[in-house]
């Protein structure tokens, strides 16, 4: 048996999310369809972390088992070649049995970018947070300090959160200011369901 890392980069627009659910679109279903074309038998990935509707991922740390013989060199462009066009593997390497891609992380970091202006260019609308006035950033930087270290989360929580525990600890929280762009880091143990996004 073989443990198989990936790294996965994907557009959310057109996903419900990160989750497998039937008859709707999500980036496990595909990513397992496509698994299902390689291997010709079912194989279940975990992830990292789980993204919501519409949120994107720069570096999704994903992990599954296989008996397959399929070498190591050709998975990368074999599922890039049955993935949709916004989801694509960026790294592929065998690791240890004991690695699991939600149990094994350390962190998670969520990157918001926020544009504060009259005038948002179209090509950024499905990827900034467009907000039609101006903001401070640092009142936004002194405000988001409060955040920092373990609390009960629940006032971010999102409804329908399957969470048993609300308490979460963020460990850093930064803001950059680039262009006219306000771009917020938050790093965490784990995120509730929209806790991210409410926070921002």
């Known amino acids: ?3 198989i890392k990936l790294i996965l980069e994907y557009d959310g627009t057109s996903y419900h999310g990160w989750q497998k659910q039937p008859e709707i679109p999500t980036v496990q279903n595909f990513l397992e369809n496509s698994l299902f074309c390689l291997f010709q038998r079912k194989t279940k990935v975990i992830a990292a972390g789980r993204t919501d509707a519409g949120v994107h991922a720069k570096g999704q740390v994903v992990n599954f088992t296989t008996d397959a013989s399929v070498p190591l060199s050709a998975i990368k462009p074999a599922l890039n070649s049955y993935l949709p066009k916004d989801i694509r593997v960026k790294r592929v390497k065998e690791v240890s ?3 699991h891609a939600q149990k094994s992380a350390l962190s998670r970091l969520y990157r918001y970018i926020i544009h504060a202006g ?3 260019s179209p090509f950024y609308r499905h990827f900034v947070w467009w907000i039609p006035f101006n903001l401070d950033p640092d009142k936004i930087r002194r405000a988001s300090q409060f955040l920092i270290g373990e609390h009960d989360f629940s006032s971010f929580e999102g409804e329908g959160s399957p969470s048993l525990s609300s308490r979460r600890k963020i460990e850093k929280i930064t ?3 680039k ?3 306000i771009i917020i880091y938050i790093r ?4 509730l369901y929209k806790m991210a996004r409410n926070i921002v």
């Open 175 to 177: 803001l950059l200011k």
């Open 118 to 120: 009259s005038f948002l």
């Open 97 to 99: 049995l004991d690695f």
């Open 179 to 181: 262009r006219g762009f």
């Open 188 to 191: 965490a143990d784990s995120f």
């Open 1 to 3: 048996m073989r443990n």
